[in-house]
């Protein structure tokens, strides 16, 4: 049971008897195909030598089904990018894809992605969301830390540098202006010491006064009493 190509369509079958004896090979029905050709020895006897009988058939041509539109849209969506439109015919298996776009991944898949063409016009929707901007991180691999490397220590060099000399410091010729130190002098009272200082001079000396003076007029009453 082969088609018009002779690729085989079915298993084949092998029929036995006795030499002589009649044999009627039968056709079977594939679907897809239709036989279009019936071979001379369909019916026969069997022989001492081994016999084929083969059957050929075409595929039929199918009636073309309704297209298949894929969308690829956002959460809100929108189109990210162009829809594809799958033909086939009725019967036969669709797949629908996703797309690589970029900034989006796949977040939902349509529940009929794989399929048959039929009759009637069928949509699947894949649906993107926008990737998360995450800063890349070189993995680490467990187990295995690169050691730092040593420091070697910097080598001593001598300093090949002439040592400066200080230069002479330039004397102005201008004298510069000496300090004089100043002498406190004798810090005269104030006003109020001045006062107190002047009363109790004159308190004293009119204290020293009035006793002068009883002294002199004491001696001269006691001699005129004598």
Do not use: M
């Not at 969506?77 to 629908?96: F, M, N, P, R, S």
């Not at 810090?187 to 001079?201: A, F, K, N, Q």
């Amino acid at each position: 049971y082969v088609d018009d190509q002779g690729q085989a369509l079915t298993q084949e079958e092998t029929l036995t008897g006795a030499l002589g004896a009649p044999y009627q090979a039968e056709a079977k029905t594939i679907p897809g195909y239709q036989l279009t050709s019936l071979p001379s020895n369909q019916t026969g006897t069997f022989q001492a030598v081994a016999q084929t009988v083969r059957f050929v058939y075409t595929k039929q041509a199918l009636p073309v089904a309704q297209p298949v539109t894929v969308q690829h849209v956002d959460v809100q969506g929108k189109a990210v990018a162009e829809e594809d439109i799958l033909q086939g015919y009725t019967g036969e298996t669709y797949h629908a894809k996703a797309k690589v776009i970029s900034g989006y991944h796949v977040s939902e898949h349509p529940a009929n992605a794989t399929g048959l063409f039929g009759p009637s016009a069928q949509t699947e929707r894949f649906v993107y969301a926008p990737d998360e901007p995450n800063e890349a991180i070189n993995p680490v691999e467990e187990g295995h830390i690169t050691p730092p490397k040593p420091s070697l220590p910097s080598p001593v060099t001598e300093d090949t540098r002439t040592p400066s000399v200080p230069l002479p410091t330039q004397v102005s010729s201008e004298a510069s202006p000496s300090v004089v130190p100043v002498v406190p002098g004798p810090t005269l009272p104030s006003l109020g010491e001045r006062t107190t200082h002047s009363i109790g001079w004159g308190f004293t000396l009119l204290l020293v006064g009035t006793w002068l003076l009883l002294c002199s007029r004491y001696p001269s009453s006691k001699r005129k009493r004598s």
